[in-house]
């Protein structure tokens, strides 16, 4: 979760790599008759180019770009956007399919070969070409060049097939990398699985007027619908979703909700991840108990300053919350660690520093 800056008006201008791509689903919508949603010119059209990135790119999505996929005209159809979602804030307690977040990859790499367009809330300032989009550049880039003519959410010109209530509440920062985002969802889930995923269900062109508490009541509202939380973590060696005010946040309101909880990292940080874990299990110990929401950052001074004042009402405080986030990580690492000794590693300075982990959260038993 959490904001970025407001992307105002980037899908007017016509060098964005993905003006050409906003239209022609536009034209779709006006006259559907004249061929296949627009889903499917979409994929195709991003299919080359994918093909010779695929060492970024999840495995499912660069299913998605070939043209014999099944699913690619089916996902997105704007000429069936209800009128009533023109101009809402969002679709609150509704998630997508991974499908549609794999087709959104796929137009990630096909933007990406080309310069990113001018951010008139950066100065101007331009993503270079053959740079991954972040989250933050898939909204300005992708996500607000499709929804311009209907000023609506992604989510509202998603089919119902690949769209219906939210199973999982994915927390995440608009900086990552959005392609190892997606590696994340695929993992996590399945056929059935919804995901809650804020760029796609709240409405970007009205992210101006999404203020603290809005936000904060999004994310608490939509947390209690989805059956779990997960933490998308990246890098391993320091994430940043660790040092993000919403993101600590989200996963505080998770567990104070009860809400199952867990923690995954994209498949390219898993090889390094493990092989750290093995040689230097204390150092990645060290580094993730390093949690301080008082520390933390924000875009705006005003969602800080509203998440730590909501926080100290709550039983503990931000000690508490810190306190939470800090026992969720250390049992991921203990399974971490422990699902390394089942494969096979027989490090026994693993084997003692889980144990010593297990041992003070009274689990050493397990």
Request: proline share 6%.
């Amino acid at each position: 979760g959490g904001a970025a800056p407001p992307p105002a008006a980037a899908a007017e201008d016509g060098n964005s790599p993905t003006a050409d791509v906003a239209q022609r689903p536009i034209d779709a919508a006006a006259q559907p008759s004249r061929g296949p949603p627009a889903g499917t010119a979409i994929a195709r059209r991003a299919s080359s180019e994918t093909r010779t990135t695929a060492s970024r790119i999840s495995p499912a999505a660069e299913v998605l770009a070939a043209d014999t996929s099944p699913t690619a005209g089916i996902i997105l159809d704007p000429a069936s956007v209800d009128a009533s979602a023109v101009g809402k804030d969002a679709s609150s307690s509704f998630g997508v399919s991974p499908a549609v977040m794999q087709m959104l990859c796929v137009l990630c790499l096909q933007a990406e070969q080309r310069e990113g367009p001018p951010k008139p809330f950066a100065n101007n300032a331009r993503r270079p070409a053959g740079t991954p989009l972040t989250t933050s550049d898939m909204v300005f880039e992708i996500i607000m060049p499709l929804t311009l003519l209907w000023q609506c959410a992604l989510i509202d010109i998603v089919t119902p097939a690949h769209r219906g209530p939210a199973t999982i509440y994915l927390s995440h920062t608009w900086g990552y990398e959005f392609a190892k985002v997606v590696d994340v969802a695929e993992q996590v889930s399945d056929a059935a699985s919804m995901l809650w995923f804020c760029a796609i269900v709240n409405n970007q062109h009205k992210q101006e007027s999404f203020n603290s508490e809005y936000l904060a009541n999004q994310f608490r509202a939509n947390i209690a619908l989805a059956q779990q939380t997960v933490l998308v973590l990246m890098p391993w060696h320091g994430p940043e979703s660790l040092e993000r005010a919403w993101c600590l946040y989200e996963v505080y309101e998770s567990m104070r909700q009860g809400k199952q909880m867990s923690v995954c990292l994209p498949r390219a940080e898993t090889v390094a991840f493990r092989k750290a874990l093995v040689s230097d299990f204390d150092s990645i110990a060290m580094g993730l108990s390093r949690i301080d929401l008082a520390k933390a950052k924000a875009t705006k001074n005003e969602d800080l300053d509203m998440i730590l004042a909501a926080v100290a009402r709550t039983a503990g405080g931000v000690h508490a919350l810190n306190a939470a986030v800090l026992g969720l990580l250390r049992d991921w690492l203990a399974g971490e660690g422990r699902r390394a000794l089942a494969e096979g590693e027989t490090n026994w300075h693993l084997m003692n520093a889980v144990a010593l982990l297990l041992e003070a959260q009274g689990k050493l038993a397990e």
